[in-house]
């Protein structure tokens, strides 16, 4: 019920591709759902996130797609560049309890 | 200098031995976390804190155990180390308000326990 599966576990885009990284829940209270970004040696970072009240959010080239019947979130990067290349994480919390449950990560490879 | 800063950054050490992890912070963020990172299983909460006097298990946090020292101040210890243990560790900062607020990482430390 708290699991968030995220795939796929390791994607390899070309230079200017489209990159898209799906994420799925079953707890139906998750009510917020952030992607983090991790390069190597560092820290995640928090990247876009979303709430179920609305189905897209756009912010530059990343922008979430969410399908609150599916139960489905992803991340779409546009014209995805050698320096998207990173790990990805999906999380999703619910209410006032704000801890986030994570999903495995996805490592990202552009290829120039 | 980083907002949340994580000592040491890499540490090799024996099975048994105690071990402290360190995390101070500059953003005067009333809430720290502790996680591990392993591959292929994300990010795993271990204990979290909301204030120097509350203390909080998380999803793993047998073998752990934490110390809130001040508001800016949260450590992580590991008693007797296994190698199961061996994994990186980040901790992380939060800001009190609604769900939206973003959790800030420390780079991790990297720890092997042989």
């Known amino acids: 019920q708290q699991q968030v599966k995220q795939s796929p576990q390791s994607l390899i885009v070309q230079k200017g591709g489209i990159s898209i990284i799906n994420c799925a829940y079953e707890?139906?209270?998750?009510?917020?759902f952030p992607w983090y970004q991790q390069f190597p040696g560092k820290g995640p970072a928090l990247l876009i996130a979303?709430?179920?009240d609305v189905s897209e959010k756009k912010e530059g080239r990343f922008t979430i797609s969410f399908n609150k019947s599916a139960k489905q979130f992803s991340l779409h990067i546009m014209d995805s560049q050698p320096g998207d290349s990173a790990t990805y994480f999906c999380?999703?919390?619910?209410?006032?309890?704000?801890?986030?449950?994570w999903g495995a990560g996805t490592k990202l490879i552009i290829k120039p | 200098d980083a907002d949340v800063t994580q000592t040491p950054r890499n540490r090799i050490t024996k099975t048994g031995k105690r071990i402290m992890l360190e995390c101070s912070q500059t953003?005067?963020?009333?809430?720290m976390y502790w996680y591990r990172q392993d591959p292929g299983l994300g990010l795993r909460l271990i204990y979290y804190?909301?204030?120097?006097?509350?203390?909080n298990k998380g999803e793993i946090s047998d073998g752990y155990s934490v110390s809130r020292q001040a508001q800016a101040k949260f450590s992580l210890s590991l008693e007797s180390a296994i190698p199961n243990q061996t994994a990186l560790y980040f901790c992380?900062?939060?800001?009190?308000?609604?769900?939206?607020?973003?959790?800030?990482f420390g780079d991790g430390t990297r720890l092997s326990i042989l």
């Open positions: 992380a900062t939060r800001g009190k308000g609604p769900g939206n607020q973003p959790q800030h």
């Open positions: 707890n139906t209270a998750f009510d917020y």
């Open positions: 953003k005067g963020h009333d809430r």
């Open positions: 804190s909301f204030d120097v006097k509350d203390i």
């Open positions: 999380a999703a919390s619910e209410g006032s309890n704000y801890q986030l449950i």
């Open positions: 979303i709430r179920p």
